[in-house]
């Protein structure tokens, strides 16, 4: 079993050379990055990645809406749709997911309360207004709630709600396995 992590130009690259050089293996676990970009990958490997695995947060359109907060399938449905339309892609890597939840995170959880609370928009109030956030698990498109961990604790920082999945290629697909 292999664990890589890497952006599609290292995955190439490393996949070309293991193949070149007769590496074996029964399953390679990605984490993140390039082994997110499953439509980058298949273009370069074809059917060489089926059964590849990946460890990131679940995109959103893997998830059954129904046991999310009202609203946010409807709000998966059009971020799904508009990405489709300006990208051409038929499979939405889990990096629109991540980008667009945590924007949206930013814009509607943290700038109006660091601006409301905080008195506007420099780094402390940011700070301050992100370590307000309290989502509660389903209350996002990822599926995971957003609470910071509080300063002087070992996480310090990091959402302590945020949870990873492991996917597999499967075909010209991702499941969540």
Known sequence: MISHAGYNPDITLFLRQARE?????????????????LDKLRATFAADIDNFCNIDPVPA????PAKLAPGIGDLTKTMIARYKEKTG????????????NQTWIL?????PVAKEKYGGF????????????DIPPGGTIQGYGVKFYRPGTP????????????????????SVV
């Open 122 to 133: 420099d780094p402390e109030a940011i700070r301050k207004a992100a370590l307000d956030v």
């Open 107 to 111: 814009l509607n959880n943290v700038l």
């Open 61 to 64: 359109q893997l998830l059954d």
């Open 21 to 37: 050089n007769g590496l074996k293996f029964k399953m390679l676990f990605g984490a993140g990055a390039g082994y997110s970009q």
């Open 155 to 174: 996480l310090s920082g990091q959402n302590e709600r945020s949870t990873p999945v492991v996917m597999q290629n499967a075909g010209e697909h991702i």
């Open 89 to 100: 892609a038929t499979d939405v890597p889990p990096h629109c997911s991540m980008g667009f």
